[in-house]
């Protein structure tokens, strides 16, 4: 028979690496309700038009990476490839601005993109990320920007920086994708097909392209902080104080993009040296048109993304973050029952047990206890059993003491 692999790109999560991603999660959900966020769970599957209308039919993510597909009734649907257009379609179709207070979510999930994979890039990945809705002051872009490295920084995240940009307005960016467009074709045979492509049709994403001969000649095109209008060049000061009155450290980066049509003035991206070339671990900005171009209302918004397998290749999990493991251990088929009854008893009381079953041996349930790592083995042999005692073997110390079985309760309030 065959051998059953995960497909290229995925991966299985399990011990010890899953207590990184669930002290993650249960970190994300802790921080994030500190800035009054609610979590949202939209579906991972979606109509491929919410996709190519929302980020934009000329990124490199609807063009190349999007897993699509028919489904039974001939509609075209996709796996997401990220969540801001889905948390805006759940906005608008549900009301939400009304029917909610404050308009700010946050989710957690998976995420496909059909890309080559490499360290920490997968094609099913995960992504945290917020988004904040109706809001235009640059108060909210420094306080979103502000949250994502300041969460990071409580995880120990390292080598991060933070870098921003203005990619401006639908007031400033047509004046300045014309200039773009035309200095771009002067050298229009030295692009790649792509961007010879783009160059007509969606110029800004010339600065999304990966081969080096195209990011070389990108380098010496007009930038578009450099074109802003009145507003967006206001906004993008006011921004910058706000970082600088919050004590951060930033980069302008003037190439900065973000890879998706719908950002509008604030873009920004926090990057780890660990990570290589690509080392973006989380970006965002803000998008004042995806909610009117997705059909709803005239509303400003802002977010950004994270990804997981990313972040926690540059991070370590705390020493000890969960509750004492206790091993029960017994020697004869009286004390095994008495045993079962104990352990299933602490369980109710909210203690980590585990008991093995198939064996009377005390000593090879001894070496399971080591296996899982126990803090404590409590231990039913004959003479605990005869006197109503139990014994309590610290695994780390290896002192044994006996105490009376009604004080059990206490004792493992005391120590666990
Ligand atoms: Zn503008
Ligand atoms: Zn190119």
């Not at 597909?69 to 796996?79: I, Y």
């Not at 809001?135 to 994502?148: G, K, L, Q, R």
């Not at 400033?172 to 961007?195: M, Q, V, W």
């Not at 990108?218 to 004590?247: F, M, R």
Request: some cysteine; charged content about 30%; glycine content about 6%.
């Amino acid at each position: 028979m065959n051998k059953l692999n995960a497909p290229k790109g995925t991966k299985d999560i399990y011990s010890p690496e899953v207590e990184k991603w669930q002290y993650f999660e249960d970190r994300i959900r802790k921080y994030f309700r500190l800035f009054s966020y609610k979590e949202i769970r939209t579906p991972i599957f979606e109509r491929s038009e919410l996709f190519s209308r929302g980020i934009g039919n000329e990124t490199e993510v609807v063009q190349k990476e999007m897993y699509t597909f028919e489904d039974k009734a001939g509609r075209s649907m996709t796996l997401r490839p990220e969540n801001t257009a889905s948390v805006v379609r759940s906005l608008i179709e549900h009301n939400l601005m009304n029917e909610l207070f404050p308009h700010r979510f946050f989710y957690i999930g998976p995420m496909f993109r059909y890309d080559k994979p490499q360290q920490g890039r997968y094609r099913q990945f995960h992504q945290f990320g917020v988004e904040v809705f109706g809001d235009n002051s640059p108060y909210v872009d420094a306080e979103v920007i502000f949250s994502a490295l300041d969460f990071l920084q409580t995880l120990n995240v390292t080598d991060i920086k933070l870098f921003i940009n203005s990619v401006g307005c639908s007031d400033c960016r047509p004046g300045y994708l014309e200039k773009l467009t035309i200095e771009a074709k002067e050298s229009r045979e030295h692009f790649c097909n792509d961007c010879q492509r783009k160059i007509e049709t969606n110029p800004l994403r010339i600065f999304d392209c990966k081969v080096e001969s195209c990011i070389t000649l990108a380098d010496k095109l007009p930038n578009i902080t450099d074109h802003l209008c009145e507003d967006c060049n206001s906004h993008y000061k006011e921004v910058k104080i706000n970082l600088q009155l919050l004590g951060l450290d930033f980069t302008e980066n003037k190439k900065l993009v973000r890879g998706l049509d719908y950002y509008t003035k604030t873009a920004f991206e926090i990057t780890s040296s660990k990570l290589g070339a690509q080392n973006a671990i989380l970006g965002g900005g803000r998008y004042n048109n995806l909610v009117k171009e997705l059909g709803g209302q005239d509303l400003p918004g802002i977010g950004f993304s994270g990804g997981i397998e990313r972040i926690l290749l540059n991070m370590e999990l705390p020493q000890k973050t969960d509750s004492k493991q206790l091993f029960i251990a017994y020697q004869s088929d009286e004390a095994k029952a008495e045993a079962f009854r104990l352990s299933n008893r602490l369980r109710q009381l909210g203690y980590r047990v585990y008991q093995d079953y198939s064996t009377k041996k005390i000593a090879k349930q001894l070496q399971k206890g080591i296996k899982i790592n126990t803090d404590f083995t409590l231990i039913l042999a004959e003479d605990e059993l005869k006197n109503n005692e139990i014994s309590i073997k610290n695994f780390e110390t290896r002192k044994q003491i006996t105490i009376k079985r009604e004080d059990l309760e206490t004792w493992l309030k005391k120590n666990c």
